[in-house]
């Protein structure tokens, strides 16, 4: 069964720091790997979407990466700003049903000015 | 495109009454997903239409939930009758193919009386 993990739970860094959010997951037979942002009280808005072929897929300050060999991706975020604050969750779709979306519990970022 | 529209975005109801939730999807995804947001129980995917047909029901709690996709531009979820353990936010989502990212609306945050 798949289980997917995202750690830390929560995390804080002063602006202007790169960081890197963690997610993990135990079978590696995956479709694609998806990583959102939730704003409190709003809806998800994706982020990047890598392939299982792919390595990485950048958008501006954000770069994904993925290694299916040791199930782990990160979420890269560079020169961090107050408005990267949010919860950010990864999701990874089965190979047997694409659609089927496994997700992580996420991480909560805050960034101080 | 204004995206995944979801209304009412707050619903308030007493227990025992009939809930209905809509969803317009982006114009030209053929797949679409009902999902339930929880503290307790995180995401978690409640059925996906494609092409108006619903393909996965696994998720749907009980009889009391159903839901209708009567063409490409709509789809519904009822609850009949409420309860409050129905409280959650629910999402809906679309996407191109299976295959391509989702996209999600705002929310409708049920709160059950």
């Known amino acids: 069964k798949q289980e997917v993990t995202q750690i830390p739970a929560a995390l804080s860094v002063p602006e202007g720091e790169n960081l890197v959010l963690n997610c993990s997951f135990t079978d590696s037979a995956i479709y694609n790997l998806q990583w959102f942002r939730q704003d409190p009280g709003k809806g998800l808005t994706s982020l990047l979407l890598?392939?299982?072929s792919q390595r990485e897929q950048t958008s501006g300050r954000l770069n994904a990466s993925l290694d299916k060999s040791s199930g782990r991706s990160t979420l890269y975020i560079a020169a961090s700003q107050p408005g990267d604050s949010a919860t950010y969750l990864c999701a990874v779709s089965r190979v047997d049903s694409n659609y089927q979306l496994i997700w992580g519990a996420g991480t909560k970022l805050i960034i101080k000015p | 495109d204004a995206g995944v529209i979801q209304s009412p975005r707050h619903e308030v109801t007493e227990m025992g009454q009939e809930v209905t939730l809509r969803c317009k999807p982006i114009s030209g995804h053929n797949s679409l997903f009902w999902y339930r947001q929880t503290m307790m129980r995180g995401l978690e995917l409640l059925i996906y239409f494609n092409n108006n047909v619903p393909i996965d029901d696994s998720g749907m709690p009980e009889d009391r939930f159903s839901a209708k996709m009567p063409n490409a531009s709509f789809s519904t979820l009822k609850i009949q009758p409420s309860e409050p353990r129905d409280s959650a936010v629910y999402f809906c989502?679309?996407?191109?193919?299976?295959?391509?990212?989702?996209?999600f609306g705002p929310g409708t945050r049920l709160t059950v009386l």
């Open positions: 989502a679309s996407s191109l193919t299976e295959y391509n990212e989702q996209f």
């Open positions: 890598i392939q299982s």
